[in-house]
């Protein structure tokens, strides 16, 4: 049997998105489930990336819908290399109705886990990159409303 759910996706204001989440050392059939249904509420909601926090998880992972490779899954990312610093459009899922100008990489390259626990080295461009750095800001209880440019 298989089934994806939609989970409710926290807002801001909820303290929740203000914690810094924890690594991931647990790849079982329960963190996957976790992680079919982080895509199947982001698909649902029409977003391009959610983090496990937005749907009440601490952990360090998150869905990307990218524009390059796909849905992909990120747990445990690092941030090895970013440049071409731009500043570009961005909302949230956790943020409804809010938009606004941010400055970020559009070009990074990021160590990180698939959902098995194998090591990935991934080069994400444009809004993929920007996409990317979002998330993560979200695994350290940071939200793109902090980050907004005049
Ligand atoms: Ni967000």
């Not at 749907?55 to 990312?77: C, H, K, Q, S, W």
């Not at 886990?113 to 940071?142: L, S």
């Amino acid at each position: 049997m298989f089934y994806m759910a939609r989970l409710t996706i926290i807002k801001e204001g909820n303290p929740l998105l203000r914690k810094h989440s924890k690594p991931v050392d647990d790849f079982s059939p329960r963190v996957h489930e976790l992680l079919d249904d982080m895509q199947e509420t982001m698909l649902r909601a029409n977003g391009v990336g959610i983090a496990a926090v937005q749907v009440g998880v601490l952990y360090r992972m998150a869905v990307l819908l990218t524009d390059e490779f796909g849905i992909v899954e990120i747990i445990n990312p690092i941030i090895k290399a970013a440049k071409n610093l731009r500043v570009a459009g961005e909302g949230c899922l956790s943020c409804p109705g809010i938009s606004g100008r941010v400055r970020r990489p559009h070009l990074v390259t990021v160590e990180f886990q698939d959902r098995n626990g194998q090591p990935h080295t991934q080069t994400f461009r444009g809004r993929d990159a920007v996409c990317c750095g979002h998330e993560m800001d979200h695994m350290d209880g940071i939200l793109f409303i902090d980050k907004l440019q005049n």
